[in-house]
């Protein structure tokens, strides 16, 4: 009798505390939407004049409208809600105000100024950015990369999908390079454009906040404003404006002295309790919003998670990139209402492009579609960092991939298939 009082004993603690750790979820709220506006002090090179008149609003590196749209040699017209800017005889109107917390036009001391994105992306020009003289070279831009010789993909084509993976603001990174140099931010922007160009949708999944505690580093870009960080974000406005879908990877995909990209952050081993863990996940989600995203997915760091730990992300997020711990649905894209609403978990079982010149990616390709497997991989876009040539010819930035490129030839090869690159939803 002794021994029963003392199991059902034991089973009242133990549930009260699964009980508790269940209802440890920290509650999410929504971020206040403000300009933070900041002095910026970056000169611009515009196509008709310099200046040093610059702000950070929101991390992203703004400019005076009248000036700007003078110095781009283009004229400006007061409409109702906004402008009309007419550069190199095309018109662009632009509202006044912000795009979820992305600047548009803003008064700031009584002068209004509009964010360099948008004053130069809709006439396609592009910036060269300077970090060591903390500067910033404006530059049309030439359209295209051999798109007459782009194979289409057919409208009744059936949908893949394809996940940028590891995307994060490292390019300060003490005493060593990152992944993501200012050189390769560019990159990055014209692996996005042709995708876009090609009609192909896809994911970008991003780790919000960079660490790197051997070097005693830390960056988060929704904080901490500079020439670097406006430009990484000057990229990701233009991914997601184009085709691209934003996730969260993570929060800093680590945990103790490991490097963002290179750690865990949850799965069986991970040093946070449960509280922690929710903590993390809604500042990886409020990291996001605070800069004006929306997250269209998360996925847990090398798909480390327990159980228990996808029923967490499921309470915050509304689609998992994950195969579903379902056996049966292990490589179909799925959803499940376990936790009381629609969750979708996106699976990769053509897996990922690991090396250069890694073609085994089409016998994978071939053999998720031959099984009738939702058809899905991620790459990597630093794997093209050498097969994506950019350089300025006669007054132009010109861009193009080598023939030995993964993206491009992973792309044509899914089409030949009768797939196409796409939104899940």
């Known amino acids: ?130 970090l060591d003289n903390n500067s910033a070279k404006i530059i049309s831009e030439k359209c295209g ?19 940028l993976e590891d995307v994060t603001a490292d390019g300060l990174k003490p005493g060593n390079k990152g992944n993501y140099t200012v050189d390769m931010l560019e990159k990055l922007k014209y692996t996005s454009k042709y995708l876009y160009d090609r009609n192909q949708e896809y994911y970008i999944a991003w780790i919000p906040v960079y660490a790197y505690p051997a070097g005693g580093y830390w960056n988060d870009v929704s904080k901490d404003y500079n020439l670097y960080n406006s430009y990484f974000l000057y990229v990701i406005d233009y991914m997601t404006d184009h085709n691209g879908h ?12 490991e490097e963002s ?9 991970t040093p946070y309790n449960l509280n922690e863990q929710a903590r993390r996940m809604a500042a990886a989600k409020e990291t996001c919003h605070r800069l004006g995203y929306k997250e269209e997915f998360f996925e847990f760091p090398h798909y480390g998670a327990t159980n228990e ?25 799925t959803y499940t209402t376990r936790s009381d609403k629609n969750v979708f978990y996106i699976p990769t079982p053509a897996d990922y492009v690991h090396y250069i010149r890694d073609y085994s990616i089409f016998d994978r390709i071939k053999d998720s579609a031959d099984k009738g497997y939702t058809l899905s991989l991620f790459y990597h876009p630093v794997i093209d960092e050498k097969q994506l040539e950019v350089e300025t010819v006669d007054g132009k930035r010109v861009w193009s991939y080598s023939d030995d490129a993964a993206l491009p030839n ?16």
């Open 1 to 130: 009798m002794r021994n029963i009082i003392v199991l059902l004993i034991v089973f009242i603690i133990m549930t009260t505390v699964v009980q508790a750790e269940e209802n440890c979820y920290i509650e999410y709220t929504e971020p206040e939407i403000s300009y933070n506006v900041q002095p910026a002090d970056v000169k611009i090179e515009y196509p008709c004049g310099e200046s040093t008149e610059t702000f950070f609003c929101n991390g992203r590196l703004s400019v005076p409208l009248v000036e700007g749209v003078k110095f781009m040699g283009g004229k400006l017209i007061s409409v109702t809600k906004g402008y009309n800017i007419e550069i190199d005889g095309k018109t662009e109107f632009l509202n006044g105000g912000v795009t979820g917390n992305r600047p548009v036009i803003f008064a700031y001391n009584n002068v209004e100024y509009i964010s360099l994105y948008e004053l130069i992306t809709p006439f396609n020009y592009e910036i060269l950015v300077d």
């Open 410 to 425: 992973i792309v044509d090869y899914i089409i030949k298939l009768g797939y196409s690159f796409s939104d899940f939803r």
């Open 145 to 163: 990369n051999n798109a007459e010789l782009y194979t289409e993909a057919a409208s009744d084509c059936k949908e893949a999908y394809i996940r």
């Open 261 to 269: 990209g290179v750690g865990y952050e949850w799965g069986e081993n």
């Open 309 to 333: 730990q996808m029923l967490m992300a499921e309470h915050y997020f509304d689609a998992i990139y994950q195969s579903y711990p379902d056996d049966k649905h292990y490589n179909y894209l």
């Open 246 to 257: 934003l996730g969260l990877h993570g929060y800093t995909h680590q945990y103790g002295n």
